[in-house]
């Protein structure tokens, strides 16, 4: 099968790509190397230092023994997207190729937008040149469970049966973002939807829970492994909590803590990705799967990193500053996944274990953590008309500003 992976050079891309190889599957990439430049833009890098995408492809063909097909440009040129699919004709396109964080998206008006218009633009793109250039193709697109905010009901797999006034439908969930990324994928879902029918499009729409890891099985060279971000604009939760243990600040859990969300270690997402892949919707179906093995609360992450730091021998301790974000801080969290189980899905990595090999790489990387240490606090409020400043303030204290230049050759910057 032939898969093209729009983003193959982001956190989740470029793992999924080598997954892919690994089983047979012939693999092309898209990427405009956006992700590296934006974290430049807020004073930020990799904690794991990253080769560049032509040295990428060289060390598949080394280790991996496979080619790994490129194309670089934007999502947002429909000619670009209409002439890679027309050429490629993929079997299935999974679409990685967004905007992915929500405190980007919450900075001022203009990244709201940016936001907003990459995401939307990329996706009705796609489906589009699909229906002209690939209309057997099935898109697996990455949604997020941020889609659903925190409903005090469970939550379904995209779809539920209500009724209402004596009447009953099959209606999708209603959806709560708390962000203006979220809502970019809440509009995403929608145009997914309606494009498989009335293109009669394979689609699967995988709402996706926060992925924790840098490794997975076929990351057997240093080299190979992928991004790990730590600054409070493009790192996770987990992300930042062990990073700033291991450079011996605070662990900040927001507000209350108790805010709960769903986690899949990143080797069991990839293989939900391919499952998706392998098992493709039918011609005119639009199905939703939700992506997660576990619910933890933050502080259930925060107690968990200050344990295993401790064990190492590092001294941390847990703050709780004001939460930044607009959210519920208590609340119910009960969501379903039991489409992927049905196609084989197993869950093969445990929180603590994944962890454990987190800290032994930020460890090994601390020097690349150091000279960053400035971007990992909160400047970013959801309600606050100074965050530009605070941004601008964080990089300036920055070792090395950002740089508008492309990404340099050897490693992200």
């Known amino acids: 099968m032939k898969v093209l992976i729009t983003g193959i050079d982001g956190y989740s891309g470029w793992p999924l790509a080598l997954h892919l190889l690994s089983r047979g599957h012939d693999v092309v990439g898209v990427d405009n190397f956006v992700t590296r430049r934006r974290v430049r833009e807020v004073g930020s890098?990799?904690?794991?230092?990253?080769?560049?995408?032509?040295?990428?492809?060289?060390?598949?063909?080394?280790?991996?023994?496979?080619?790994?097909?490129?194309?670089?440009?934007?999502?947002?040129r429909y000619d670009f997207v209409a002439r890679v699919?027309?050429?490629?004709?993929?079997?299935?396109?999974?679409?990685?190729?967004?905007?992915?964080?929500?405190?980007?998206?919450?900075?001022?008006?203009?990244?709201?937008?940016?936001?907003?218009?990459?995401?939307?633009?990329?996706?009705?793109?796609?489906?589009?040149?699909?229906?002209?250039?690939?209309?057997?193709?099935?898109?697996?697109?990455?949604?997020?469970?941020?889609?659903?905010?925190?409903?005090?009901?469970?939550?379904?797999?995209?779809?539920?049966e209500i009724e209402y006034?004596?009447?009953?439908?099959?209606?999708?969930?209603?959806?709560?973002?708390?962000?203006w990324y979220h809502w970019s994928k809440v509009f995403d879902s929608g145009d997914v939807m309606f494009a498989s029918k009335i293109f009669d499009l394979r689609a699967t729409d995988v709402m996706?829970?926060?992925?924790?890891?840098?490794?997975?099985?076929?990351m057997t060279d240093r080299r190979l492994l992928t991004r790990f971000d730590f600054d409070e604009t493009w790192g996770t939760a987990l992300n930042r909590f062990i990073a700033q243990a291991v450079l011996g600040l605070p662990i900040t859990p927001y507000g209350k803590g108790e805010q709960i969300r769903g986690f899949i270690a990143l080797e069991d997402s990839v293989q939900s990705l391919r499952l998706a892949v392998e098992h493709p919707a039918d011609r005119g179906?639009?199905?939703?799967?939700?992506?997660?093995?576990?619910?933890?609360?933050?502080n259930q992450l925060a107690e968990t990193t200050h344990q295993i730091a401790t064990e190492l021998g590092l001294s941390p301790r847990i703050e709780h500053p004001p939460d930044p974000r607009i959210e519920a801080e208590q609340h119910y969290y009960a969501p379903i996944h039991e489409r992927l189980y049905a196609l084989g899905y197993q869950r093969t990595r445990e929180l603590s274990e994944v962890m454990r090999?987190?800290?032994?790489?930020?460890?090994?990387?601390?020097?690349?953590?150091?000279?960053?240490?400035?971007?990992?606090?909160?400047?970013?409020?959801?309600?606050?008309?100074?965050?530009?400043?605070?941004?601008?303030?964080?990089?300036?204290?920055?070792?090395?500003?950002?740089?508008?230049?492309?990404?340099p050759p050897v490693q992200d910057r």
């Open 45 to 76: 890098w990799s904690a794991t230092p990253i080769p560049s995408f032509a040295q990428r492809q060289r060390l598949v063909n080394q280790l991996l023994g496979k080619e790994l097909p490129f194309h670089r440009g934007d999502l947002g």
């Open 85 to 160: 699919l027309e050429e490629e004709h993929p079997d299935a396109i999974v679409h990685l190729a967004e905007q992915r964080s929500a405190p980007y998206s919450m900075i001022d008006v203009h990244h709201a937008v940016t936001t907003q218009v990459d995401n939307v633009v990329g996706t009705l793109h796609l489906v589009y040149a699909m229906r002209d250039h690939c209309p057997d193709a099935h898109l697996v697109k990455m949604g997020t469970m941020g889609e659903y905010g925190t409903p005090n009901v469970d939550i379904p797999e995209g779809f539920f």
């Open 165 to 179: 006034r004596g009447r009953k439908d099959r209606l999708p969930f209603p959806r709560q973002a708390g962000s």
């Open 208 to 218: 996706q829970g926060v992925i924790y890891g840098i490794r997975t099985a076929e």
């Open 285 to 298: 179906e639009y199905r939703v799967f939700n992506q997660f093995d576990a619910a933890y609360s933050i």
């Open 357 to 407: 090999e987190m800290f032994t790489d930020l460890l090994r990387y601390r020097h690349r953590l150091e000279a960053r240490r400035h971007v990992v606090m909160p400047t970013i409020g959801w309600r606050r008309a100074d965050n530009p400043a605070a941004l601008n303030a964080r990089v300036a204290a920055s070792s090395a500003p950002p740089s508008a230049e492309p990404p």
